[in-house]
């Protein structure tokens, strides 16, 4: 039986399930893995291209998908203790990436870990400022005694490069009322649980995407929206949050050459004022009207 179930959630993923699965059989681990593929509706070669691997392959219609519903589907089908989520376009960076995350549940009290994203090559400015911000090189134990020195960093938890202990997910669940943002709902449940939740630097994984300034809006405006409905937005979230913020736009500034670098930093700038305008917006969205909310939401939080 395996130990370690590896979760992946894709649709139309050709460009990515190669490398990615090439980099999961390739892991260096003194434990037994599956891996279960969870596809919902790929039209490309995506399937074609798993089936060359010994991959477990569930597929459901896309309709069907849903963030929440989909990763307690797919736990579901589980037979390992833990739990590994991993994004099909996020890259493992070395062979012992599983490794490093499973190594932390040697302490019983951990409930989840998740793992550090390195921007790919050729990420915007905004990106690369970002990730580096949220997953930095230090290790991070999360519980009760750290929420207020961690802040908004509290309840962070993603499922791009993530494990949770089994026992633990069938306790708390993804919560299926929240349409994204599932990590942030089940790292609350888990945390409020008194499970510590572990930021695991070692376990590193190439994985951003390109956002343009208003996809970045719209996004951080759900931020903004499910970090309020979770109750989640306090004193010390706000202040830790201001700090970042004002500490990346320093950073920023500083950048300025007179060249072409500066036309790159101009743009992270507007790029992360229109983050900031949009966590406001969200994060005040009872004051707005109906349809400006639903022209707001990146993932039709008002639809």
Not at 210 to 223: A, C, S
Not at 246 to 257: E, M, N, Y
Not at 264 to 280: E, H, P
């Amino acid at each position: 039986m395996s130990e370690i179930s590896i979760l992946l959630l894709t649709k139309n993923e050709e460009r990515n399930i190669g490398a990615c699965l090439r980099a999961l059989f390739s892991q260096k681990c003194a434990e037994p893995f599956e891996v279960i593929l969870v596809d919902s509706g790929s039209t490309d070669c995506t399937l074609e291209i798993a089936r060359s691997y010994p991959v477990r392959i569930e597929q459901i219609p896309s309709e069907a998908f849903h963030h929440a519903c989909t990763r307690n589907f797919a736990a579901g089908l589980a037979n390992g203790q833990f739990l590994v989520y991993l994004a099909a376009d996020a890259l493992p960076a070395s062979n012992t990436w599983l490794g490093a995350l499973i190594a932390n549940f040697a302490d019983p009290s951990v409930g989840a870990v998740y793992g550090r994203h390195l921007p790919r090559p050729g990420s915007t400015l905004e990106r690369q400022d970002a990730l580096d911000a949220v997953y930095g090189d230090a290790r991070l134990v999360k519980d009760a005694s750290s929420r207020q020195k961690l802040g908004y960093r509290y309840y962070h938890l993603s499922t791009v490069n993530a494990a949770i202990r089994r026992d633990v997910w069938q306790a708390t669940r993804f919560p299926e009322d929240l349409k994204v943002f599932e990590d942030l709902g089940i790292a609350k449940r888990i945390l409020d649980s008194g499970w510590m939740i572990v930021y695991e630097p070692g376990a590193c994984v190439y994985h951003s995407h390109q956002h343009t300034t208003v996809g970045l809006f719209k996004r951080y405006f759900d931020i903004g929206v499910t970090l309020k409905r979770l109750d989640m937005w306090n004193d010390q979230a706000r202040s830790s949050m201001l700090q970042d913020f004002w500490g990346l736009l320093k950073k920023k500034v500083t950048r300025f050459d007179g060249n072409g670098a500066s036309r790159l930093v101009g743009a992270s700038i507007r790029q992360d004022l229109a983050k900031s305008a949009g966590i406001f917006l969200g994060l005040n969205e009872h004051y707005l009207p109906l349809a400006l909310k639903r022209r707001s939401s990146a993932f039709r939080l008002f639809d």
